[in-house]
């Protein structure tokens, strides 16, 4: 289970983690701004997944629920803010 607060063992890891990106951006700016565009993208798909989900009819929608298929997608999305809130 993915924990939206970030505990004292996580926060060494996590500014060990920002401390090597930015070294690593330092060296490769060019690289780091594309990056940043890529992340922005992301955050784009992660809500077009969402809307897809939102937006589909009744019948498509019980059926995902059904296969777990909308519950994965809600899952991979959220974790994935969750992580990206945290390094932010």
Do not use: H, Y
């Not at 991979?76 to 992580?83: M, V």
């Amino acid at each position: 289970m993915i924990s939206l607060i970030i505990d004292n063992n996580e926060k060494p890891t996590i500014d060990n983690k920002v401390e090597q990106m930015l070294d690593w951006a330092k060296s490769r700016q060019v690289q780091a701004e594309q990056l940043a565009l890529d992340s922005t993208r992301l955050l784009a798909c992660t809500s077009d997944r969402l809307d897809k989900l939102t937006n589909q009819g009744f019948f498509k929608r019980c059926w995902d629920r059904f296969t777990g298929e909308a519950a994965a997608i809600e899952r991979a999305n959220t974790a994935d803010l969750i992580q990206m809130q945290k390094t932010a």
